[in-house]
């Protein structure tokens, strides 16, 4: 193997251990024919012939899978699941093998995305994750939707929102011109019935009646959406319920009728998470039809002259859950090991940035949205100083990124990674250190050797800490 540095290393490692181990990138290992064919990537470089005159600013279409877990792709090295579309699209711009979620569930995370702040800076984003109709996203919040409204987008929210619920919270009320989706943190793919027990389908705020498949009809509404004549540069958010629980795919509307019944009878949250269905099969199909959906998108993008000045960023809300393939990593969904928030992350923009790269630079969902307000040419409310750190000059002009903490809180779990090192403390109030460039998996504990490098990443997570508003008593 040629000598690369440790991070790089790691990175490979983390997203493809097998074909990065034997040389070859985890891009080229994916099963796609296009894959094979195409040149191996290399490491992330910005592009160095001059930047086009200012035009119109990039439209921006931003899809979230739900429970994704961090090598559900097999771009990312999954062995059993295909994703050619999701694959082409990493093939086309930059595949991230250090991206992670802004928390371990769905609603903060979402919370970090939509405000690029920690979610403890929101008494909403303090509900891991929200499960009622008193917590939510302050109206009054500046969002990515409305600072980039303010500065002249459309936007569009499809999907799943998980920030509160009517009538105090909804996308429309926080910036997003638009809202079709449901509002709770999971529902039946069929009936539409959600975590509140209640029918759970808006268009705007009002019901809206389609009991096909929920993500055939939030396919449709998005082509739909990308295929209009736009007068102006757009930002939408298109967020999958897919793969999240209960595990049903489009041939399973007879065990999906079973489960709406459960909720009916009362046993709302007991059926939805479907604990005696599912399998890694149905799992993989579920996967391989979020894969065609997202295809399906791309190709209206592209059908409307849209694509070549369109910023697509493509990542999951946190780490994976029963049937996820995780290798390397420990531990998943709602938790702070690796598994829990690593995810995977590809961003496609032809006009300025290359195909065919990876890039091994940890980056996180506020970053994101830092990142997405300065490209749309939007400024962040000074009231409301962001978390996130814009990735804009890495990615356009090749400057390095500042040194810098990512910090992570989730009750009875706390973590910061500085560099390669992770600080991480365990549900039982052990604390942990990690080198994660030599140790993706996070089993060998550098605790007890580097006592001051941990104490010293101890201090830095509880100033943090300190900034933020405390957790409601138990």
């Known amino acids: 193997m040629p000598e690369m540095s440790r991070r790089v290393f790691g990175g490979l490692v983390g997203g493809g251990a097998v074909s990065a181990v034997a040389g070859t990138s985890a891009a080229e290992a994916a099963t796609s024919s296009t894959a094979a064919s195409e040149p191996a990537e290399r490491p992330f470089a910005a592009r160095t012939r001059p930047a086009p005159r200012p035009g119109r600013r990039p439209n921006i279409l931003f899809i979230l ?22 694959d082409r699209l990493a093939a086309q711009g930059v595949r991230f093998t250090q991206a992670y979620s802004g928390s371990a569930t769905c609603s903060p995370t979402r919370f970090s995305l939509y405000t690029g702040r920690y979610p403890g800076r929101t008494e909403g984003g303090l509900a891991e994750p929200i499960g009622d109709r008193s917590q939510g996203l302050d109206p009054n919040h500046p969002t990515l939707a409305s600072l980039l409204r303010q500065a002249g987008y459309a936007t569009a929210l499809i999907g799943k929102w998980h920030c509160g619920w009517l009538p105090d919270h909804s996308p429309t009320k926080s910036g997003w011109d638009e809202f079709f989706g449901n509002f709770g943190g999971a529902l039946e793919y069929f009936s539409k019935l959600g975590q509140l027990g209640d029918y759970d389908l808006y268009e705007g705020d009002a019901t809206y009646q389609d009991l096909r498949y929920y993500t055939t009809v939030l396919t449709e509404r998005a082509v739909e959406y990308v295929g209009r004549e736009h007068r102006r540069p757009w930002l939408l958010n298109l967020n999958f319920t897919t793969p999240h629980w209960p595990w049903l795919t489009e041939d399973d509307e007879e065990s999906g009728a079973a489960i709406a019944a459960e909720v009916r009878d009362g046993n709302v949250l007991g059926a939805l998470l479907h604990n005696d269905g599912g399998s890694v099969e149905k799992y993989r199909e579920m996967v391989e039809n979020l894969d065609a ?22 990542a999951s809300d946190n780490g994976g859950e029963r049937f996820s393939y995780q290798w390397p990593l420990s531990g998943g969904k709602s938790q702070l090991l690796e598994g829990g928030i690593r995810v995977p992350t590809v961003l496609r923009w032809p006009a300025r940035v290359d195909g065919r790269q990876v890039s091994h630079e940890p980056v996180y969902s506020p970053d994101w949205t830092a990142t997405l307000l300065e490209l749309g040419g939007a400024r962040p409310d000074p009231a409301y100083p962001l978390d996130g750190h814009s990735l804009a000059d890495y990615l356009l002009h090749g400057r390095e990124l500042p040194e ?23 549900a039982q109030g052990r604390d942990h250190l990690y ?6 998996r996070e089993q060998a504990d550098r605790a007890q050797d580097r006592p001051e490098l941990l104490a010293e990443l101890r201090a830095a997570w509880e100033r943090t800490d300190h900034e933020l508003l405390p957790y409601p008593a138990a």
Request: aromatic residues 10%; without cysteine.
């Open 293 to 314: 959906s997202v295809g399906r998108v791309l190709a209206a993008l592209r059908r409307s002259g849209q694509e070549e000045n369109t910023v697509v960023v493509f």
């Open 65 to 86: 899978g739900d429970d994704l877990g961090w090598a559900d792709l097999s771009s990312y090295g999954a062995p059993h699941i295909r994703t050619p579309h999701l």
């Open 404 to 426: 810098r903490d990512l910090f992570w809180r989730v009750r009875g779990n706390r973590a910061l990674r500085r560099g390669d090192w992770k600080y991480y403390r365990d």
């Open 435 to 440: 080198d994660l460039a030599a140790d993706a």
